[in-house]
Protein backbone atom coordinates (compact mmCIF):
# COMPACT_ATOMS: atom_id res chain seq x y z
CA UNK A 1 0.00 0.00 0.00
CA UNK A 2 1.28 3.89 -0.94
CA UNK A 3 2.37 5.84 1.82
CA UNK A 4 1.35 9.39 1.38
CA UNK A 5 1.99 12.53 3.05
CA UNK A 6 0.98 13.28 6.46
CA UNK A 7 -0.64 16.99 7.85
CA UNK A 8 1.41 19.77 8.46
CA UNK A 9 3.54 19.52 11.13
CA UNK A 10 3.61 23.04 12.15
CA UNK A 11 0.14 24.87 11.06
CA UNK A 12 0.41 28.73 11.29
CA UNK A 13 -1.85 31.16 12.68
CA UNK A 14 -3.89 32.55 9.31
CA UNK A 15 -3.52 36.53 9.12
CA UNK A 16 -7.18 36.20 8.79
CA UNK A 17 -9.99 36.53 11.74
CA UNK A 18 -12.89 34.15 10.95
CA UNK A 19 -16.32 34.88 12.37
CA UNK A 20 -17.38 33.27 15.46
CA UNK A 21 -19.36 29.84 14.80
CA UNK A 22 -16.84 29.37 11.74
CA UNK A 23 -17.32 25.88 10.16
CA UNK A 24 -14.53 23.22 8.53
CA UNK A 25 -17.26 21.52 6.50
CA UNK A 26 -14.77 18.36 6.02
CA UNK A 27 -12.28 16.82 7.65
CA UNK A 28 -11.51 13.68 8.36
CA UNK A 29 -9.53 11.28 11.57
CA UNK A 30 -7.29 8.81 11.27
CA UNK A 31 -6.16 6.21 14.05
CA UNK A 32 -4.90 5.50 16.09
CA UNK A 33 -4.65 2.40 13.94
CA UNK A 34 -4.50 -0.31 16.73
CA UNK A 35 -8.14 1.39 18.06
CA UNK A 36 -9.36 1.69 14.78
CA UNK A 37 -8.54 -1.15 12.00
CA UNK A 38 -8.27 -0.44 8.38
CA UNK A 39 -11.32 -2.33 6.78
CA UNK A 40 -10.25 -5.31 4.10
CA UNK A 41 -9.26 -4.11 0.80
CA UNK A 42 -8.60 -0.27 1.85
CA UNK A 43 -7.63 1.44 -0.82
CA UNK A 44 -5.64 3.45 0.98
CA UNK A 45 -3.83 4.02 4.86
CA UNK A 46 -3.15 7.35 6.41
CA UNK A 47 -0.68 8.21 9.00
CA UNK A 48 -2.57 8.49 12.77
CA UNK A 49 -4.50 12.09 12.45
CA UNK A 50 -6.55 12.00 15.80
CA UNK A 51 -9.46 14.00 16.40
CA UNK A 52 -6.96 15.75 19.35
CA UNK A 53 -4.75 16.85 16.64
CA UNK A 54 -7.73 18.02 14.79
CA UNK A 55 -9.60 19.88 17.52
CA UNK A 56 -5.90 21.78 18.11
CA UNK A 57 -5.68 23.24 14.35
CA UNK A 58 -9.28 24.09 14.44
CA UNK A 59 -8.76 26.56 18.06
CA UNK A 60 -5.33 27.96 16.06
CA UNK A 61 -7.41 28.66 13.01
CA UNK A 62 -10.03 30.44 14.71
CA UNK A 63 -13.21 27.54 13.49
CA UNK A 64 -15.74 26.42 16.10
CA UNK A 65 -17.83 23.99 14.25
CA UNK A 66 -17.02 21.22 11.77
CA UNK A 67 -17.66 18.51 10.25
CA UNK A 68 -15.65 14.90 10.51
CA UNK A 69 -16.01 12.79 7.05
CA UNK A 70 -15.20 9.12 7.57
CA UNK A 71 -12.87 7.64 5.61
CA UNK A 72 -13.16 5.11 3.20
CA UNK A 73 -10.43 3.56 4.98
CA UNK A 74 -12.88 2.36 7.64
CA UNK A 75 -15.38 1.99 5.59
CA UNK A 76 -19.16 1.09 7.18
CA UNK A 77 -17.60 0.91 10.66
CA UNK A 78 -18.12 4.50 11.53
CA UNK A 79 -16.85 4.19 15.29
CA UNK A 80 -13.80 6.64 14.49
CA UNK A 81 -16.80 9.43 13.87
CA UNK A 82 -18.70 8.32 16.51
CA UNK A 83 -15.87 8.72 18.94
CA UNK A 84 -14.96 11.83 17.49
CA UNK A 85 -18.27 13.52 17.94
CA UNK A 86 -18.15 12.08 21.38
CA UNK A 87 -14.74 14.09 22.09
CA UNK A 88 -15.45 17.15 19.53
CA UNK A 89 -19.21 17.84 21.23
CA UNK A 90 -22.00 19.18 20.12
CA UNK A 91 -20.70 21.80 17.97
CA UNK A 92 -19.90 18.82 15.59
CA UNK A 93 -21.65 17.30 13.34
CA UNK A 94 -20.80 13.72 10.64
CA UNK A 95 -20.60 12.70 7.35
CA UNK A 96 -21.11 8.94 6.75
CA UNK A 97 -19.91 7.23 3.96
CA UNK A 98 -22.61 5.85 2.01
CA UNK A 99 -21.97 2.36 2.43
CA UNK A 100 -23.54 1.86 5.89
CA UNK A 101 -27.12 2.90 4.35
CA UNK A 102 -26.45 -0.30 1.93
CA UNK A 103 -24.09 -2.77 4.47
CA UNK A 104 -26.06 -1.87 8.10
CA UNK A 105 -28.95 -1.48 10.03
CA UNK A 106 -31.66 0.81 10.97
CA UNK A 107 -30.50 0.57 14.63
CA UNK A 108 -26.88 1.54 13.09
CA UNK A 109 -27.89 4.19 11.49
CA UNK A 110 -29.91 5.47 13.87
CA UNK A 111 -27.09 5.72 16.20
CA UNK A 112 -25.40 7.60 13.60
CA UNK A 113 -28.13 9.67 13.85
CA UNK A 114 -28.17 10.51 17.50
CA UNK A 115 -24.42 11.10 17.66
CA UNK A 116 -24.89 14.22 14.74
CA UNK A 117 -24.62 12.60 11.65
CA UNK A 118 -26.43 14.34 8.94
CA UNK A 119 -25.27 13.27 5.83
CA UNK A 120 -23.61 10.82 3.41
CA UNK A 121 -21.01 10.53 1.03
CA UNK A 122 -20.41 8.89 -2.16
CA UNK A 123 -17.06 8.53 -3.06
CA UNK A 124 -15.25 8.71 -6.36
CA UNK A 125 -14.76 5.15 -7.69
CA UNK A 126 -10.84 4.21 -7.31
CA UNK A 127 -11.37 4.49 -3.72
CA UNK A 128 -13.03 1.16 -3.75
CA UNK A 129 -16.32 1.41 -2.38
CA UNK A 130 -19.37 1.78 -5.21
CA UNK A 131 -23.20 0.66 -5.38
CA UNK A 132 -25.37 -0.83 -8.22
CA UNK A 133 -27.54 1.17 -9.32
CA UNK A 134 -30.96 -0.53 -7.54
CA UNK A 135 -29.10 -0.23 -4.00
CA UNK A 136 -27.85 3.71 -4.84
CA UNK A 137 -31.53 4.34 -5.53
CA UNK A 138 -32.50 3.08 -2.04
CA UNK A 139 -29.64 4.63 -0.24
CA UNK A 140 -31.47 7.97 -1.80
CA UNK A 141 -34.76 6.96 -0.44
CA UNK A 142 -32.92 6.42 3.08
CA UNK A 143 -31.19 9.77 3.05
CA UNK A 144 -34.84 11.75 2.21
CA UNK A 145 -36.29 9.45 5.01
CA UNK A 146 -33.70 10.45 7.75
CA UNK A 147 -33.42 14.02 6.46
CA UNK A 148 -29.97 14.15 5.44
CA UNK A 149 -28.19 15.48 2.70
CA UNK A 150 -25.91 13.37 -0.23
CA UNK A 151 -22.37 14.48 -0.65
CA UNK A 152 -20.23 13.90 -4.18
CA UNK A 153 -16.65 13.16 -4.25
CA UNK A 154 -16.17 14.25 -7.62
CA UNK A 155 -13.73 12.09 -9.76
CA UNK A 156 -10.12 13.21 -10.21
CA UNK A 157 -11.36 14.77 -13.92
CA UNK A 158 -14.20 16.26 -12.78
CA UNK A 159 -18.07 15.46 -12.13
CA UNK A 160 -19.53 15.50 -15.90
CA UNK A 161 -18.78 11.16 -15.86
CA UNK A 162 -21.17 11.13 -12.87
CA UNK A 163 -23.10 14.26 -12.76
CA UNK A 164 -26.29 11.92 -14.23
CA UNK A 165 -26.07 10.14 -11.05
CA UNK A 166 -26.88 13.24 -8.67
CA UNK A 167 -28.28 16.42 -11.41
CA UNK A 168 -32.21 14.80 -11.16
CA UNK A 169 -31.83 14.26 -7.24
CA UNK A 170 -34.63 16.48 -4.87
CA UNK A 171 -33.02 16.28 -1.77
CA UNK A 172 -30.13 18.66 -0.43
CA UNK A 173 -26.48 17.76 -2.32
CA UNK A 174 -22.80 18.90 -1.47
CA UNK A 175 -20.52 18.50 -4.28
CA UNK A 176 -16.97 18.31 -3.03
CA UNK A 177 -13.79 19.82 -3.94
CA UNK A 178 -15.18 22.30 -6.29
CA UNK A 179 -15.83 19.55 -8.56
CA UNK A 180 -12.80 19.35 -9.19
CA UNK A 181 -12.80 21.46 -12.46
CA UNK A 182 -9.76 22.49 -14.08
CA UNK A 183 -8.20 26.23 -13.19
CA UNK A 184 -6.33 26.03 -16.38
CA UNK A 185 -9.56 25.79 -18.35
CA UNK A 186 -11.54 28.57 -16.98
CA UNK A 187 -14.84 29.29 -18.04
CA UNK A 188 -15.11 26.68 -20.73
CA UNK A 189 -14.37 23.30 -18.04
CA UNK A 190 -17.70 21.44 -18.45
CA UNK A 191 -17.28 20.90 -14.61
CA UNK A 192 -17.79 24.40 -13.86
CA UNK A 193 -20.37 24.81 -15.99
CA UNK A 194 -22.59 22.26 -14.63
CA UNK A 195 -21.48 23.11 -10.76
CA UNK A 196 -23.21 26.56 -11.85
CA UNK A 197 -26.02 25.22 -13.69
CA UNK A 198 -26.89 23.34 -10.04
CA UNK A 199 -26.39 26.18 -7.92
CA UNK A 200 -28.85 27.63 -9.63
CA UNK A 201 -31.76 24.91 -8.55
CA UNK A 202 -31.60 25.76 -5.07
CA UNK A 203 -30.96 22.28 -3.90
CA UNK A 204 -27.33 21.66 -4.46
CA UNK A 205 -24.22 23.05 -2.63
CA UNK A 206 -20.91 23.26 -3.23
CA UNK A 207 -17.51 23.21 -1.27
CA UNK A 208 -14.58 24.76 -1.30
CA UNK A 209 -11.59 22.71 -1.13
CA UNK A 210 -8.56 21.05 -2.09
CA UNK A 211 -7.02 24.13 -3.45
CA UNK A 212 -3.67 22.82 -3.33
CA UNK A 213 -4.55 19.70 -5.43
CA UNK A 214 -6.60 21.82 -7.58
CA UNK A 215 -4.12 24.31 -8.18
CA UNK A 216 -1.29 24.10 -11.42
CA UNK A 217 0.55 26.94 -10.47
CA UNK A 218 1.22 25.72 -7.16
CA UNK A 219 1.17 28.39 -3.84
CA UNK A 220 -0.08 31.13 -3.64
CA UNK A 221 -2.68 29.23 -5.82
CA UNK A 222 -3.66 32.32 -7.71
CA UNK A 223 -4.85 30.17 -10.72
CA UNK A 224 -7.87 28.60 -8.11
CA UNK A 225 -9.04 32.32 -7.20
CA UNK A 226 -11.30 32.79 -10.09
CA UNK A 227 -12.60 29.09 -10.51
CA UNK A 228 -14.18 29.55 -6.60
CA UNK A 229 -15.29 33.38 -7.15
CA UNK A 230 -17.12 31.83 -10.14
CA UNK A 231 -18.96 29.26 -7.49
CA UNK A 232 -19.59 31.93 -5.06
CA UNK A 233 -21.27 34.40 -7.66
CA UNK A 234 -23.17 31.49 -8.70
CA UNK A 235 -24.98 31.34 -5.22
CA UNK A 236 -23.09 32.59 -2.37
CA UNK A 237 -25.64 31.19 0.05
CA UNK A 238 -25.14 27.53 -1.46
CA UNK A 239 -21.26 27.58 -0.71
CA UNK A 240 -19.08 25.83 2.36
CA UNK A 241 -15.19 25.21 2.97
CA UNK A 242 -13.57 22.56 3.87
CA UNK A 243 -9.79 22.13 5.07
CA UNK A 244 -10.14 18.21 4.11
CA UNK A 245 -7.40 17.47 6.56
CA UNK A 246 -5.06 15.75 6.93
CA UNK A 247 -5.37 15.95 3.62
CA UNK A 248 -5.60 12.13 2.15
CA UNK A 249 -3.67 10.32 -0.34
CA UNK A 250 -0.98 13.26 -0.61
CA UNK A 251 1.52 12.64 -2.79
CA UNK A 252 3.78 15.78 -2.03
CA UNK A 253 4.08 17.80 0.90
CA UNK A 254 0.83 18.99 3.09
CA UNK A 255 -0.44 22.56 2.94
CA UNK A 256 -0.22 25.13 6.08
CA UNK A 257 -3.77 25.31 7.40
CA UNK A 258 -3.78 28.80 7.71
CA UNK A 259 -2.33 30.10 4.73
CA UNK A 260 -5.59 27.82 3.05
CA UNK A 261 -7.77 30.08 5.30
CA UNK A 262 -5.60 33.07 3.95
CA UNK A 263 -6.82 31.51 0.44
CA UNK A 264 -10.21 31.52 1.74
CA UNK A 265 -10.65 35.28 2.16
CA UNK A 266 -9.16 35.92 -1.04
CA UNK A 267 -11.87 33.58 -2.38
CA UNK A 268 -14.58 35.71 -0.38
CA UNK A 269 -13.98 38.95 -0.77
CA UNK A 270 -15.29 40.22 1.64
CA UNK A 271 -16.40 40.19 5.08
CA UNK A 272 -20.13 39.55 4.82
CA UNK A 273 -19.25 36.76 1.77
CA UNK A 274 -17.02 35.06 4.35
CA UNK A 275 -19.85 35.22 7.37
CA UNK A 276 -22.31 33.16 5.14
CA UNK A 277 -19.32 30.67 3.74
CA UNK A 278 -18.10 30.06 7.46
CA UNK A 279 -21.27 30.69 9.31
CA UNK A 280 -24.24 30.85 7.77
CA UNK A 281 -24.52 28.27 5.19
CA UNK A 282 -22.85 25.45 7.24
CA UNK A 283 -25.57 26.38 9.76
CA UNK A 284 -28.40 25.43 7.40
CA UNK A 285 -27.00 22.64 5.90
CA UNK A 286 -25.45 20.77 9.12
CA UNK A 287 -28.23 21.51 11.37
CA UNK A 288 -26.03 23.93 13.58
CA UNK A 289 -27.90 26.26 15.56
CA UNK A 290 -28.34 30.31 13.97
Not at 179 to 206: H, I, M, T, Y
Amino acid sequence: MAQYQSFHPHPTAPRTRLPAGSCDSQFHVFGPADRYPVRPGAAYEMPGATIEVALRLHRLLGIERGVIVQATTYGADHQVVLDGLAAAGPNYRGCANAAVLAERDDAYIARLHDAGVRGARYTRQGLGISMEPAAFRRSIARLRELGWYAKFQPEPDGIMAQAAQFEDLDIPVLIDHMGRADPAQGPRDPSRCKLVELLGRGNFWVMLSLTEKLSKAGEPWDDVVPLAQALIAANPDRVVWGSDWPHPVSVKATPDEGRLVDQLARYAGDAATLHKIMVDNPARLFGFEP
